[in-house]
């Protein structure tokens, strides 16, 4: 905000005698671009040279907003309109001056509210290229509503051209703009846009591209946690783009990224592959985000998903108190003993055991037992593994399995449909709403205008959670396909698995259990015996359990 000087100056003897107008303007730009290239000085020169012919107006303030959008960003949320409806309460100015009326906002919903409360406190609001708005009359509340129903218009325009022309250039699988991610560079790829600018295209860096294998290798097949792998590459003497050493969420981002497995996403569209970009293979990728979304502290449910581990534990990560739900940590410890001389001694043997989490940090009241040697756990999860294993080579891939996929891709695509039907219903409320809002402002309406911006909002509101919804019902729908889809690789993994598992070093052996296992939990058993409930993943449990319906 300026505060500027008494500018009556040189109009000081003439304006002694008679009353005088304050005069507050308020400046608005949208983007960064309309800041760099002089937009608000150039609405500050129109408005004083504006002022300066009205009679005994004086400009006293002016309220600058850079980089504020007046359709996305409400009211309420703009501090500027905020510090301007608090100075209208208490009287300071007369006049509200702008350079175009779309600066107080592009919303048909909300800124013909905003202008009118203006007024009917007792400011003239004024627009140096459309002059004063008035409510006397019916004209004048629909002239106020069109008004802003136009700027909207206008606004989703620009916006639905820049979305849609980004989509067009993701869709094409093109560069549209931003830091290259790691293992990726960008070089001039040869065509001109309509501005006479060349376009950018990215490039794979070798040395890099390496580095990102590295990466989801050794998170897939080893366990290795993205703190544990940030270290190993910073070890290796490799830097970000930026200079920076890798820390966890850099790991996390190079997992998460698509692009290495060439596809470009922007704005829920994904282009094409672009083979030339493509570092690691779908399968590999679909594997590393499981294993993400199984260690996130935001999962709601229980997952097994291994940790990266030195302790020579089968389990180390993916195992559970039968009695709690606690997860069980690796532990270890070296008992002593007494000789006959009654002197103690340690032995040369170091146990490892695993140690419910709940019970051993006291945070709830588990009465079962507190450790489990993990020899004899780790003996019969092998043991299950083998049978499941030997039941692979007796029980080939079944033909039933695709009915099960059907019937449940049909179920799925039954509640997208609904969904689409809901979301009709409520966009149809929201045109309802829309229309009748020119018809509150003119009094011609049962409902008042207030009572339409509550609902609009609340039916907007409605609409997001049901858009949400649906992205959800497609993105299982996807999932569904692509599970479909990789039955047969599915099916020859485990076969892979069957020749490699008694052979595996332990964190390939960890890793292939945690990817077949869903859920394993230890406790005791009526007769003292340990008793280890182990449930398959529905994707490996059909192979062996024919009977199994996908679910």
Partial sequence: ??????????????????????????????????????????????????????????????????????????????????ELKVAAERHEFDVLLVFMFDRLGRRDDETPFVLRWFTENGIEVWSVKEGQQKFESSVDHLVNYMRFWSAKTESQKTSVRVKTRLNQMTEQGKYTGGAPPFGYRTVNSGEVNKKGRELKKLEAIPAEAEIVKLIFEKTIHEGTGSYVMAGIVNNLGVRTHKGAKFQSNTINAILRNPIYCGYFVKGGVMSPRVEELQMIDDSVYNEAQRILDGRSYKKKDKESVARYSKATALLSGNLYCACCGSRMNVSSHVDTYKTADGEKHKSNVRTVRYMCAGKAMKRNNCSGQGTYTARYVDDIVKEFMRDCFAKINATPKDVALEANYKSLLAKVRREIRQQEIEIESLTEQQNYLSREIPLALMG????????????????????????????????????????????????????????????????????????????????????????????????????????????
């Fill in 1 to 82: 905000m300026i505060t500027l000087p008494d500018c009556r100056n040189k109009k000081t003897s003439e304006l002694k005698d008679k009353a005088y107008k304050t005069v507050y303007c308020l400046y608005r730009v949208s983007t960064k671009g309309q800041v760099d290239h002089d937009d608000i000085p150039m609405q500050r020169q129109a408005c004083r040279e504006f002022a300066e012919h009205q009679d005994g107006w004086v400009i006293k303030k002016e309220f600058l907003e850079k980089g504020i959008s007046g359709y996305k960003v409400s009211a309420e949320d703009r501090d500027k309109i905020q």
């Fill in 444 to 551: 011609k309406s049962i409902l008042k205008p207030e009572d339409i911006a509550q609902s609009m909002e609340d039916v907007k509101s409605a609409i997001n959670d049901a858009l949400d919804n649906l992205g959800q019902m497609k993105a299982r729908e996807l999932n569904i396909k692509k599970e479909f889809s990789e039955l047969d690789s599915k099916y020859a993994e485990f076969v892979g698995w069957a020749n490699q598992f008694e052979t595996a070093s332990l964190e390939v052996q960890r890793m292939i259990v945690n990817k077949m296992v869903k859920e394993i939990s230890i406790g005791k058993g009526i007769d003292g015996e340990y008793e280890v409930k182990i449930l398959l993943r529905g994707t490996y449990n059909q192979f062996i359990n024919p009977e199994y319906a996908v679910a």
